[in-house]
């Protein structure tokens, strides 16, 4: 008797106690889960900004760069010959492997009165720091493009939008800033080119490695850098706030 109510109670506690292990089991799961996701999310948040930090530093330094480059351009009109803006270019593109390329661009007639382009212009061209005045002509007319037009209108340091220059071909933005000669007059501007490369190597690298989609924007939703390079080829506005004034918004969506 005693042996047959052992076997009942047996059969009654062995199926109670592998419910509690296995309600327990899953609790652990659960919180354990929990606690990575927690780990990993903070930890792809610190390492977000710490890129972001980078990039912004980039275009800062781009824009302080440039504001030294203006004082130059003013003070340098009329007694600088073109080799010496080369030289003084040259070591901008060649110290700093994000700047894609760094020129000074004259009004008409302000270098020479007989000359009405004067644009030195020096790039980046794989291991190559290339000097050119092959922009310095009617035919492409700088006083047309965007970083010399904006730069005049707002007497202000600009940004331009997203571009594709087919002489070094490759996607990238220009910081411009305007120049002044010593009477405070507009002569030209100074500019330069951060290139968009690292920042798609920094992107797909970055998604290889972690989930979500990951992407860099400007203030209006184009594409900088995104995991697919079809993407940063169109303009894709989204209505969402940008609160910097260059164009750093580094999203990670999980």
């Known amino acids: 008797m005693l042996s047959h109510i052992r076997m009942k109670m047996l059969l009654i506690v062995i199926p109670v ?24 999310s903070e930890r792809i948040s610190a390492e977000k900004e710490i890129q972001k ?3 912004e ?3 800062n330094d781009a824009a302080e760069i440039s504001s030294v480059l203006a004082v130059f351009a003013g003070n340098g009109c009329k007694d600088y010959s073109p080799d010496y803006f080369i030289n003084i270019l040259k070591p901008i593109v060649q110290d700093n492997q994000f700047i894609l390329g760094a020129g000074i661009w004259y009004e008409p007639y302000a270098y020479d ?18 000097p050119t005045f ?17 730069a005049k209108k707002t007497n202000n340091i ?30 030209g501007c100074v500019t330069v080119d951060v290139g968009l490369s690292s920042m798609q190597k920094f992107i797909s690298d970055y998604t ?14 184009t594409y900088l850098a995104a995991e697919s390079e079809a993407a940063v080829k169109v ?6 706030p940008i609160i910097s004034p260059i164009l750093l918004l580094f999203q990670k969506l999980l």
């Open 57 to 59: 530093k980039n275009m």
């Open 17 to 40: 106690l592998c419910v509690v292990l296995m309600l327990s089991y899953n609790a652990s799961v659960k919180t354990a889960k929990r606690l990575v996701d927690h780990e990993t």
């Open 113 to 130: 009165k007989s000359q009405k382009y004067m644009g030195p212009y020096v790039y980046r061209d794989g291991d190559r720091i290339i």
């Open 134 to 150: 092959d922009y310095s002509n009617a035919a492409y007319n700088y006083f047309s493009q965007d970083y010399y037009a904006l």
């Open 158 to 187: 600009v940004w331009t939008d997203m571009y594709y220059d087919q002489t070094i071909n490759l996607y990238m933005i220009t910081c411009s800033q305007p120049a002044y000669d010593s009477s405070g007059k507009f002569i």
């Open 235 to 240: 303009k894709t506005v989204y209505s969402i």
């Open 53 to 55: 930090n980078i990039i």
């Open 208 to 221: 290889a490695s972690h989930d979500g989609t990951t992407y860099i924007i400007n203030r209006e939703g």
